[in-house]
């Protein structure tokens, strides 16, 4: 991993500042912590309101209480903010149709990654996953949606700030207690969620800590196929005139789901947060905080299936094995029922179990050396550590006619038929001819074993200068060296029987006797147990056996090259931004206008690999590259008071995001055996995201707790990552090393590759519009009780193309969120909910655009509600998700073949929260 070392230009201008002490930021208002939503609500609409560029913000409705169960939840009740489920959870942001790599986020002002885990494995992006923390632990959240000079640079969508609380956000002292009880309706378990905080400060020193806890246990039900498949060439089901007749050409040309199974899987998580403050008012100018943050979330993710294998599988072992029965075409030809036999079934019991540490502190230092001449510094550093295993057992029950089979004797039943019926494709079936639950019946067949280790270092150091040219004009000034490094190493024990129940001898394989390493393919009750999940019984392999086929010694690790990977970036960044805020014709006017200088320094580590076969063992190769890169960013931001009431915005700026990790993997995998010879590069000359982007919005605040806006905008992004069309290649010409060819470099050496990597692509063009209403409804007729009512709600539209005409993933022309809330003197109740369209989460997920997939609408519905017993004990009340909103994908937009249809259903919380 780096150190970090501070550049001189960093260090000269942090020794001048050395004998003055370091000031407080000026641009962040003063927490208001009330126990009122509607109170939060008017604090996010002042900021809205006194910001330059375009901001929206979340204040902690109360101590330690933010108003939903989880960040991005929350996140998502911002215009122009769509958020991505996840194990039944809101995990990630695209703003604006940007996915979450696209957008930045910081913690108490310090740019950071929180690394994790999901349901396609781990996250390997330098996306944001919100999932880490706990919601309590944050007393105000902001999305700044244009930028400025004197902001840091690495945002192409937003940059999402959030911070935990300091103590002199409080006066005096402060202590708060919350403790509630989740019911999980999915799963009928409850588990506790406990969350306090403790605040003591004066006017000269204050401490501050605050803890988090909770646990879940969530399931995800339904169905899912893993993606359709078209039969062609010679690879079609076997369909006999007797059963087919005419129809033989139809049916072998249909699409067949390639796992057509039940999901039932369970996510069971524990999650720990703590955050300290410290704060010293050294002098009325000078202002001390040091902030230290520690989050720790431990989950295991069970996924048992049960499925019809073959329909994975191409040639002899695959669609050329089985045989129609019946069947049942419609006109998109899909074949959406059908009667299979001869078909392989596979026992599968994957789980997951990861762990994800995030640490980060910070010292913010400012000081006031006169009433026009201010500065700041800042130090911080942050570190995220993610340890995942990913262990599957396979046991399989093969087709007479598959020669694959190893055990030796019959099974109880051969019986190898599947019957599926996705006629209905939110809520398929599925059945099978044999007794599933019957150990007899099965064999051990694969094992695989995936352990993946990732860390993610931030360290940065900030100076910035103030100065009042004169009233109503300030020059700002700064320097900032930030340092990321990314390390990420992959390992596997994959490997099925028959590969391991094998002896290479002189590059001959040679198959042994049914014996791996004493491993035997025969299954008995004591190799696992008799499980129910969805629906279904089945004999479900044991978990435990893991360790049996490790020590083994025939499953050993192996590295993974496109998953084993460093990225190290040094960024030195510098900007002037003269800002202003005076009088214009009579009116207010505030405008910032700058320029920041980002100077990049990046080396990109990976492996060269050759993959292994039968015969052929893995050949890796380290491989190191360095390059630097520079970007001018100017920007400018207008707001004009029009009246005292409407505000007109304007901003203009050129932005940037870093690429992908994943696109900067130098690496390569080299595959020598097969049909088809073929070389798959990384690329780290891979451009930055860059963009131009503009808005314009009109914002009319009728009264001091009422908005309506409107803001227009438009980013016009010059690249994005794509494939470069394959090359045929000799390898001689590639410049690699024939030591990766091993044996086969003199046989080799002239071969012809195919050749492909990532390149610069083209651009996209993004435009839309946020409309936002907000308003407490006092001016209803009726009793005062009337009057308690109160409306948040906001609509987005955005629209985007890619230069190739084709459309954009991960973005919902349309999405809203409404809520209505009451509040009384004592009872405050409120309902929410949160739309996002279709989007595209996969533009080709399979070989061919008929497989592009697609994210169905979903609309999530929640309510709170609590009740002030006194002064200092309130009763809390909660629903998430309360008509269990499923999320269902699809393939091939008018077609909708299912993809996956899980429903994670509602959840309901009921706690007390106590102040001291």
Request: proline share 3%; charged share 20%; with cysteine.
């Given at each position: 991993?780096?150190?970090?070392?501070?550049?001189?230009l960093?260090?000269a201008?942090?020794?001048?500042?050395?004998?003055?002490?370091?000031?407080?930021?000026?641009?962040?208002?003063?927490?208001?912590?009330?126990?009122?939503?509607?109170?939060?609500?008017?604090?996010?609409?002042?900021?809205?309101?006194?910001?330059?560029?375009?901001v929206?913000?979340?204040?902690?409705?109360?101590?330690?209480?933010?108003?939903?169960?989880?960040?991005s939840?929350?996140?998502?009740?911002?215009?122009?903010?769509?958020?991505?489920?996840?194990?039944?959870?809101?995990?990630?942001?695209?703003?604006?149709g940007l996915?979450?790599?696209?957008?930045?986020?910081?913690?108490?002002?310090?740019?950071?990654?929180?690394?994790?885990?999901?349901?396609?494995?781990?996250?390997?992006?330098?996306?944001?996953?919100?999932?880490?923390?706990?919601?309590?632990?944050?007393?105000?959240?902001?999305?700044?949606?244009?930028?400025?000079?004197?902001?840091?640079?690495?945002s192409?969508?937003?940059?999402?700030?959030?911070?935990?609380?300091?103590?002199?956000?409080?006066?005096?002292?402060?202590?708060?207690?919350?403790?509630?009880?989740?019911y999980?309706?999915?799963?009928?378990s409850?588990?506790?969620?406990?969350?306090?905080?403790?605040?003591?400060?004066?006017?000269?020193?204050?401490?501050?800590?605050?803890?988090?806890?909770?646990?879940?246990?969530?399931?995800?039900?339904?169905?899912?196929?893993?993606?359709?498949?078209?039969?062609?060439?010679?690879?079609?089901?076997?369909?006999?005139?007797?059963?087919?007749?005419?129809?033989?050409?139809?049916?072998?040309?249909?699409?067949?789901p390639?796992?057509?199974?039940?999901?039932?899987?369970?996510?069971?998580?524990?999650r720990?947060?703590?955050?300290?403050?410290?704060?010293w008012?050294?002098?009325?100018?000078?202002?001390?905080?040091?902030?230290?943050?520690?989050?720790?979330?431990?989950?295991?993710?069970?996924?048992?299936?049960?499925?019809?294998?073959?329909?994975?599988?191409?040639?002899?072992?695959?669609?050329?094995?089985?045989?129609?029965?019946?069947?049942?075409?419609?006109?998109?030809?899909?074949?959406?029922?059908?009667?299979?036999?001869?078909?392989d079934f596979?026992?599968?019991?994957?789980?997951?179990?990861?762990?994800?540490?995030?640490?980060?502190?910070?010292?913010?230092?400012?000081?006031?050396?006169?009433?026009?001449?201010?500065?700041?510094?800042?130090?911080?550093?942050?570190?995220?550590?993610?340890?995942?295993?990913?262990?599957?057992?396979?046991?399989?029950?093969?087709?007479?006619?598959?020669?694959?089979?190893?055990?030796?004797?019959?099974?109880?039943?051969?019986s190898d038929?599947?019957?599926?019926?996705?006629?209905?494709?939110?809520?398929?079936?599925v059945?099978?001819?044999?007794?599933?639950?019957?150990?007899?019946?099965?064999?051990f067949?694969?094992?695989?074993?995936?352990?993946?280790?990732?860390?993610?270092?931030?360290?940065?150091?900030?100076?910035?200068?103030?100065?009042?040219?004169?009233e109503?004009?300030?020059?700002?000034?700064?320097?900032?060296?930030?340092?990321?490094?990314?390390?990420?190493?992959?390992?596997?024990a994959?490997?099925?029987?028959?590969?391991?129940?094998?002896?290479?001898?002189?590059?001959?394989?040679t198959?042994?006797?049914?014996?791996?390493?004493g491993?035997?393919?025969?299954?008995?009750?004591?190799?696992?147990?008799?499980?129910?999940?969805?629906?279904?019984?089945?004999?479900?392999?044991?978990?435990?056996?893991?360790?049996?086929?490790?020590?083994?010694?025939c499953?050993?690790?192996?590295?993974?090259?496109?998953?084993?990977?460093?990225?190290?970036?040094?960024?030195?960044?510098?900007?002037?931004?003269?800002?202003?805020d005076?009088?214009?014709?009579?009116?207010?006017?505030?405008?910032?206008?700058?320029?920041?200088?980002?100077?990049?320094?990046?080396?990109?580590?990976?492996?060269?690999?050759?993959a292994?076969?039968?015969?052929?063992?893995?050949?890796?190769?380290?491989?190191?590259?360095?390059?630097?890169?520079?970007d001018?960013?100017?920007?400018?931001?207008?707001?004009?008071?029009?009246?005292?009431?409407?505000?007109?915005?304007?901003?203009?700026?050129?932005?940037?995001?870093?690429?992908?990790?994943?696109?900067?993997?130098?690496?390569?995998?080299?595959?020598?055996?097969?049909?088809?010879?073929?070389?798959?590069?990384?690329?780290?000359?891979?451009?930055?995201?860059?963009?131009?982007?503009?808005?314009?919005?009109?914002e009319?605040?009728?009264?001091?707790?009422?908005?309506?806006?409107?803001?227009?905008?438009?980013?016009?992004v010059?690249s994005?990552?794509?494939?470069?069309?394959?090359?045929?290649?000799?390898?001689?010409?590639?410049?690699?090393?024939?030591?990766?060819?091993?044996?086969?470099?003199s046989?080799?050496?002239?071969a012809?590759?195919?050749?492909?990597?990532?390149?610069?692509?083209?651009?996209?063009?993004?435009?839309?519009?946020?409309?936002?209403?907000?308003?407490?409804?006092?001016?209803?007729?009726?009793?005062?009780?009337?009057?308690?009512?109160?409306?948040?709600?906001?609509?987005?539209?955005?629209?985007?193309e890619r230069?190739?005409?084709?459309?954009?993933?991960?973005?919902?022309?349309?999405?809203?969120?409404?809520?209505?809330?009451?509040?009384?003197?004592?009872?405050?109740?409120?309902?929410?909910?949160?739309?996002?369209?279709?989007y595209?989460?996969?533009?080709?997920?399979?070989?061919?655009?008929?497989?592009?997939?697609?994210?169905d609408?979903?609309?999530?519905?929640?309510?709170?509600?609590?009740?002030d017993?006194?002064?200092q004990?309130?009763i809390?009340?909660?629903?998430?998700?309360?008509?269990?909103?499923?999320?269902?994908?699809?393939?091939?937009?008018?077609?909708?073949?299912?993809?996956?249809?899980?429903?994670?259903?509602?959840?309901?919380?009921i706690?007390?929260?106590?102040?001291?």
């Amino acid at each position: 991993m780096k150190k970090f070392t501070v550049k001189p230009l960093v260090l000269a201008v942090s020794i001048a500042a050395l004998p003055c002490t370091v000031y407080a930021q000026n641009d962040v208002e003063e927490v208001v912590i009330t126990g009122s939503y509607a109170q939060s609500l008017k604090n996010a609409l002042n900021v809205k309101r006194e910001s330059t560029g375009m901001v929206d913000s979340i204040f902690a409705e109360d101590v330690g209480k933010f108003p939903d169960q989880n960040l991005s939840e929350s996140l998502g009740r911002i215009p122009g903010v769509a958020i991505a489920q996840d194990d039944g959870e809101g995990r990630t942001i695209t703003v604006r149709g940007l996915g979450d790599a696209y957008s930045m986020v910081t913690v108490n002002g310090l740019q950071g990654q929180s690394l994790a885990a999901g349901s396609n494995g781990v996250r390997t992006s330098r996306a944001f996953d919100f999932n880490v923390f706990a919601s309590e632990l944050f007393s105000r959240l902001d999305v700044a949606k244009t930028t400025s000079a004197e902001q840091e640079d690495g945002s192409l969508g937003a940059t999402v700030s959030l911070r935990t609380g300091r103590p002199f956000d409080y006066d005096g002292f402060t202590a708060v207690s919350n403790v509630e009880m989740g019911y999980y309706d999915g799963s009928g378990s409850t588990k506790p969620r406990a969350s306090g905080l403790v605040s003591f400060s004066n006017d000269v020193v204050g401490f501050l800590a605050s803890v988090a806890y909770s646990e879940k246990e969530a399931p995800l039900l339904g169905g899912e196929t893993g993606r359709w498949n078209q039969q062609a060439g010679s690879n079609r089901f076997i369909c006999p005139a007797a059963n087919c007749g005419a129809d033989a050409t139809l049916v072998r040309s249909s699409w067949h789901p390639r796992f057509p199974r039940y999901a039932d899987k369970v996510n069971d998580q524990d999650r720990l947060g703590v955050t300290s403050s410290f704060q010293w008012q050294i002098a009325d100018a000078t202002l001390l905080s040091v902030d230290g943050l520690y989050s720790k979330i431990d989950v295991t993710r069970d996924e048992p299936f049960m499925e019809a294998i073959s329909l994975a599988r191409n040639d002899a072992t695959g669609m050329r094995q089985m045989s129609v029965v019946d069947y049942t075409v419609d006109n998109n030809m899909t074949l959406v029922q059908a009667e299979i036999q001869d078909a392989d079934f596979r026992s599968e019991a994957f789980r997951a179990d990861w762990a994800s540490e995030f640490t980060q502190l910070s010292v913010d230092f400012s000081h006031e050396f006169s009433d026009n001449f201010r500065m700041k510094a800042f130090a911080g550093m942050t570190e995220s550590v993610l340890d995942n295993r990913e262990v599957t057992v396979i046991y399989e029950h093969f087709s007479s006619n598959d020669t694959r089979k190893e055990l030796t004797t019959a099974y109880a039943d051969a019986s190898d038929t599947v019957t599926w019926d996705f006629t209905n494709m939110k809520s398929p079936s599925v059945e099978y001819s044999f007794d599933t639950a019957n150990p007899a019946n099965w064999e051990f067949s694969e094992y695989r074993d995936r352990d993946y280790d990732a860390t993610s270092d931030s360290d940065m150091f900030r100076v910035d200068f103030e100065y009042d040219l004169a009233e109503g004009f300030t020059a700002k000034a700064g320097v900032t060296q930030k340092s990321y490094a990314y390390d990420l190493t992959h390992i596997q024990a994959d490997k099925a029987f028959g590969a391991a129940d094998t002896t290479v001898i002189n590059g001959v394989a040679t198959a042994n006797d049914g014996n791996a390493c004493g491993i035997t393919p025969g299954v008995t009750t004591e190799d696992g147990f008799i499980k129910t999940a969805g629906g279904q019984t089945f004999f479900y392999p044991d978990f435990n056996r893991r360790s049996e086929f490790l020590a083994s010694g025939c499953w050993a690790y192996e590295p993974v090259a496109g998953n084993t990977r460093q990225v190290e970036e040094e960024v030195l960044s510098y900007y002037l931004q003269l800002s202003v805020d005076t009088e214009l014709f009579g009116n207010r006017f505030r405008g910032n206008l700058g320029v920041r200088e980002a100077e990049t320094d990046m080396t990109a580590g990976g492996v060269l690999a050759t993959a292994a076969s039968a015969t052929v063992p893995a050949v890796v190769a380290p491989v190191v590259v360095k390059r630097d890169y520079s970007d001018t960013l100017p920007s400018l931001n207008l707001a004009y008071n029009l009246t005292d009431e409407l505000v007109l915005r304007a901003s203009a700026a050129e932005v940037l995001a870093r690429p992908e990790l994943g696109d900067l993997n130098p690496g390569a995998a080299i595959t020598t055996f097969g049909s088809t010879l073929k070389i798959n590069e990384g690329n780290p000359y891979i451009d930055p995201f860059r963009a131009k982007a503009y808005d314009l919005g009109l914002e009319w605040y009728y009264s001091e707790d009422a908005l309506l806006g409107l803001t227009l905008f438009q980013k016009d992004v010059e690249s994005f990552p794509t494939n470069s069309t394959p090359l045929n290649v000799i390898w001689s010409e590639t410049g690699l090393p024939n030591s990766l060819l091993g044996a086969q470099a003199s046989s080799l050496q002239n071969a012809e590759f195919a050749y492909t990597k990532r390149i610069n692509g083209g651009g996209a063009m993004i435009e839309g519009a946020e409309l936002s209403w907000q308003q407490q409804l006092s001016f209803l007729p009726g009793p005062d009780w009337v009057h308690g009512f109160g409306v948040q709600a906001n609509y987005t539209y955005v629209d985007a193309e890619r230069d190739s005409g084709s459309p954009m993933d991960n973005l919902s022309k349309d999405s809203y969120n409404f809520t209505l809330y009451w509040e009384g003197e004592k009872f405050q109740a409120r309902i929410s909910n949160a739309y996002r369209g279709e989007y595209y989460s996969t533009i080709s997920s399979g070989t061919t655009l008929w497989q592009t997939r697609v994210i169905d609408d979903t609309n999530f519905v929640g309510v709170s509600a609590s009740y002030d017993v006194n002064e200092q004990l309130k009763i809390t009340f909660k629903g998430v998700n309360i008509f269990d909103e499923p999320v269902h994908e699809y393939e091939t937009e008018g077609v909708a073949r299912m993809v996956r249809n899980h429903s994670a259903g509602a959840s309901y919380f009921i706690g007390g929260t106590y102040k001291f």
